[in-house]
């Protein structure tokens, strides 16, 4: 969600006509054209970016800085290992990972046909992967790439496995995603061999124990990359609100195989 103020209360501080906010509470003011809301209940935009841009800013964007940032310590020149690497959250990865002198592993599902799948690559490299794999692939390179300290798992099930197996000494996976719907048949090796950990995050939750100032940093540092354009968005698509319903088909979940990655849908409330 993201609003254009179109007028201010006298006594606001901070904000001015023109700016780009977007809601602190989750959901707040969806299916409205226009919101009326008191100065403490937004983030403001600092950085100049389209405003379908700051839409998503505080979520994909921001789950995949946390997700860097609050688990293991990584320095320039690491490398961690992401499963679902096509999501919006997993472009992102790739970007600030790069951003952060990181190396990113990024598996990702092959395609229906063999042209297809190197077109997922593709597009996974343009976005800065440094290594754009399907999972036979990476299992074919795994000595020759692992092991990694942080692996990102959004899946869940079987794919899980190879990213616990590929974990270094005291590695952590980070599950934020359940994608497969089945239940992660995890070796036993890793827990007792290797003293890995198992980590979850939800960005709703984490935000609720986090102050309005730490969440205005995040937006901050966010809105800046992409303003130098250090990020650019995942594949995204303008829909205007009297086409809401194609924009409903378009974000409905399906167990299919891929043929191509899936766009966002942003809706435009005019």
């Known amino acids: 969600l993201s609003y254009q103020i179109i007028a201010c209360g006298k006594n606001v501080d901070g904000f001015s006509v023109g700016d780009t906010v977007i809601p602190l509470e989750l959901a707040s003011g969806t299916w409205q054209t226009y919101w009326c809301g008191k100065a403490d209940s937004f983030l403001k935009i600092k950085h ?3 405003i379908s841009y700051a ?4 979520i994909n964007p921001s789950t995949a800085l946390h997700l860097l940032n609050n688990f293991v310590e990584l320095q320039k020149g690491d490398t961690l290992i992401q499963n679902g690497a096509t999501s919006a959250v997993g472009i992102y990865v790739i970007q600030i990972a790069k951003i952060l002198g990181l190396n990113t592993v990024n598996l990702f599902r092959e395609r229906d046909t063999p042209e297809a799948t190197e077109e997922t690559r593709n597009l996974l490299k343009s976005y800065g992967g440094t290594w754009c794999l399907t999972e036979s692939e990476y299992m074919e390179r ?3 790439i692992g092991p990694f300290k942080l ?4 899946l869940g099930g ?3 496995s190879t990213l616990v197996k590929n974990l270094s000494h005291s590695g952590t996976m980070v599950t934020y995603g359940g994608m497969t719907r089945n239940p992660m048949p995890l070796p036993v ?8 950990s198992l980590r979850g995050f939800w960005l709703s939750n984490f ?3 986090q102050s309005t100032s730490k969440r205005q940093l995040t937006i901050d540092q966010l809105s800046k990359w992409f303003s130098e354009d250090l990020i650019r968005p995942s594949p995204f698509e303008e829909i205007p609100f009297k086409e809401w319903r194609k924009a409903l088909h378009m974000s409905l979940f399906s167990d299919s195989a891929p043929t191509s990655i899936r766009k966002k849908s942003v809706l435009i409330m005019e």
């Open 142 to 144: 795994a000595k020759e």
């Open 189 to 196: 090796g890793p827990f007792i061999f290797k003293d890995i």
């Open 151 to 154: 692996a990102l798992n959004c």
């Open 158 to 160: 079987k794919p899980a």
């Open 207 to 209: 935000n609720l124990h």
């Open 55 to 58: 839409a998503t800013l505080a």
């Open 48 to 50: 100049p970016i389209p």
